[in-house]
């Protein structure tokens, strides 16, 4: 067999756009065949490339090469930085629910003014937000999200804090809680059976929690219910339910995809298998 000889190209990310751009150059010119190698590269860039037979190594852990004699499609050490300080950051709080709203509306083209003013933020830090989600191949044109990468940053970074209660809350007002977990997906048409689950519940911030735990106790013992405070303030808008059960209000299919994929076994295997009917999936 031949020594293989590739043109190596480095760059910091490659979303679907990217890919296209480089399937065609690499047809126009006819030159030695191009190894892209990124830091990341989209879920729909890496399919156009490999369709397409050029090489990449995508530094979170992945190498696709087929050449004559050759293929390898296999996981492979990390070899990537963590996420700079300032990406980190902004994966919490007004992040989660910048994320949050474009995950929920993936198609929909949105400037920064407002998405602001859907979910209740400054201009200044919301333009900043997706600044860096852009930079790090994130966002793409129209402040759309790239799926889907952005979900699983989000996945990683999405840790609410579930306090046992001894007593299921009774569901007043109705617009305190969100119901998310196993409850809440099979209220939304996972794939998943509901077994002996309880309910967990978000609520807006840490008044509730203190308020509801007083009334309900925290479990010393059997558990009936959870709470935590949900890391997206944005959760609790109107437009962001995704029905009722047992008289609570059900969470997003995006929150409850979120609580999920916590579960890398048995949540991740439900995802997989999860179309959620009149609702593009992001993850």
């Known amino acids: 067999m031949s020594d293989i000889v590739f043109g190596v190209m480095e760059v910091k990310a490659v979303r679907e756009t990217d890919a296209a751009l480089m399937v065609h150059l690499q047809r126009e010119s006819g030159s030695t065949p191009t190894f892209v190698v990124a830091d990341r590269i989209s879920a729909e860039a890496r399919k156009t490339l490999s369709e397409a037979g050029i090489a990449w190594l995508d530094r979170r852990g992945h190498l696709w090469i087929k050449t004559e004699g050759v293929y390898v499609n296999a996981e492979v050490p990390r070899s990537a930085g963590p996420p700079p300080t300032r990406v980190v950051d902004v994966l919490s709080g007004t992040g989660f629910d910048v994320c949050l709203a474009i995950l929920a509306s993936p198609d929909t083209q949105i400037g920064v003014n407002e998405l602001a003013r859907k979910i209740g933020r400054s201009p200044g830090r ?81 008044d ?40 609570f209000l059900v969470a997003d299919h995006v929150v409850v995809a979120l609580d999920l994929a916590q579960d890398k076994a048995r949540g991740r295997e439900v ?6 009917e009149g609702r593009r999936r992001v993850w």
Not at 168 to 175: I, K, L, N, S, Y
């Open 208 to 247: 509730d929690v203190s308020l509801v735990a007083t009334a309900y106790g925290a479990s010393g013992g059997s558990t009936a219910a959870e709470i935590a405070v949900c890391p997206a303030r944005y959760a609790f808008e109107p437009d962001l339910r995704g029905g009722e059960r047992g008289g």
């Open 126 to 206: 919301v333009s900043e937000i997706l600044n860096a989600l852009r930079h790090e191949g994130l966002v793409e044109g129209g402040n759309r999200p790239v799926v889907p990468d952005l979900f699983w940053d989000v996945a990683d970074r999405w840790r609410p804090r579930w306090i046992p209660l001894s007593k299921e809350p009774r569901p007043e007002p109705v617009d305190r809680y969100r119901l998310s977990g196993t409850v809440g997906a099979v209220a939304l048409g996972a794939p998943i059976a509901s077994g002996t689950s309880w309910p967990q519940l978000y609520v807006a911030d840490d």
């Open 271 to 276: 995802l997989e298998q999860w179309e959620p």
